[in-house]
DNA sequence: ACGTCAATTTCGGGT
DNA sequence: ACCCGAAGTTGACGT
């Protein structure tokens, strides 16, 4: 069923699987999609549905009537016209109850054609990969996903007196990169071909705990501009 | 305005902020909720939709005509109707340009009762908090939430000879919760008054890269069974 | 299939 | 307001 089905119904709603959770009856907007995948939404918390149940899933829709006929454990709402059953695979459960409904409408979107983004992390670490001077006069990259045991270096370079650094990029620099290089640089500065490796932190935006605990542990941190960044690299475009 | 309104209607979106991304026309479910957010779904992502704006933020609806005289970069899609710019106050930016509209229906949900949960890693901290026995005959909580300076460690007991352990909970124990609790010891052991302090890693599955780097540091591993804590803790209300 | 890491993560709680 | 950590995180990519 290639569609979309959006319905504001009363219903109360009881999920049971990693953990379990109750939503009490009241009116809501449930949305059905293509994927199978069901959403309950309330009319805050920006996207974020109260409860879900993710693809890959089935439901199975019961009038009320017939679903009262196995209830055992507690009396059904009289509001409950019907109960939608969503499972998934893993055992998680979605029970809805659906009440008076407001509105249930279904239509077809066909395929969409996609999101493009510009200005994700991959895009610094490649703008960063092409102008090495970012880091300091004299500097040149050796690699990309620079491949260690643990897990790829984003960049190695070479600074201006040849000694290897590696460089951790992120968008935002927490605690979680600084102990990721970290990683890295204890593995790689065990490897006698490298010699020692020093380290740099290089983010757009870098907190405060990053910042103290990176120099903590002798790993220089860089603030870059991506937009300058990006301006440098359409500069070169029109250079050559 | 307390409402939701939900909108299936041909469109064009294209996000500016901490990212650039676009979305090429064609038809979808938009969805704006009361607290003014505004989603952009295409019928498969589960419940993610292809772009959004969190709130707050603030909408302002032109007609295709007026928005028209505005644009001096390209040419606008004779589609589209009206131009939706919803704006963030950090500068965020989502357009969606309108076209054809197959739905469009508003209608107020009222108060949500709201989410209850159960089995969050809270209830399982209070659960080894209020049963200390699970980690060893004769331990005992010092204390919940015991504040270090670089955040709380989830409990801090003390073993059958009295020593100091710290204990890190986690639902599903991976590797970064490893590292948070080496960060903490390696804090603690600093501090004369507390003497040496071990580490448990308590969780109710630990992969197995979690489990290696833990032992690797010196640290134990418990696996804890929820239920059966839950049910300790049942028995007690009955005994008592 | 599993592990790793990014994400416009979002969300809630504490200081 | 910022900081921190949890989440039914989800999702993409590589082995």
Request: charged share 25%; with cysteine.
């Amino acid at each position: 069923m290639d569609a979309v089905r959006v319905v504001i119904a009363e219903c109360q709603v009881d999920y049971g699987g990693r953990l379990t959770a109750h939503l009490p009856m009241a009116r809501r907007l449930i949305v059905v999609k293509a994927d199978g995948s069901v959403s309950v939404h309330a009319d805050d918390r920006a996207y974020k549905p109260l409860n879900w149940m993710s693809p890959p899933c089935t439901t199975t829709i019961t009038p009320a009537a017939q679903a009262d006929l196995g209830a055992t454990t507690a009396d059904i709402d009289p509001r409950v016209r019907e109960v939608w059953m969503i499972r998934s695979k893993s055992g998680d459960f979605l029970q809805i109850s659906v009440g008076e409904i407001e509105l249930d409408y279904t239509t077809e979107l066909g395929i969409d054609p996609g999101l493009r983004k510009d200005g994700v992390e991959a895009h610094l670490q490649a703008l960063l990969a092409e102008n090495p001077a970012t880091f300091g006069e004299g500097w040149s990259v050796v690699q990309r996903e620079y491949m260690t045991a643990i897990g790829p270096v984003d960049l190695l370079c070479r600074d201006e007196l040849g000694c290897y650094v590696a460089v951790e990029v992120k968008r935002r620099g927490e605690i979680d990169g600084v102990e990721q290089l970290t990683r890295y640089l204890d593995l790689m500065n065990r490897d006698p071909l490298l010699g020692e490796v020093r380290g740099v932190f290089a983010a757009q935006q870098i907190k405060p705990q990053a910042r103290t605990l990176a120099t903590d542990r002798g790993i220089s941190c860089l603030v870059v501009d991506y937009d300058a960044l990006r301006g440098l690299d359409h500069a070169e475009d029109r250079l050559f």
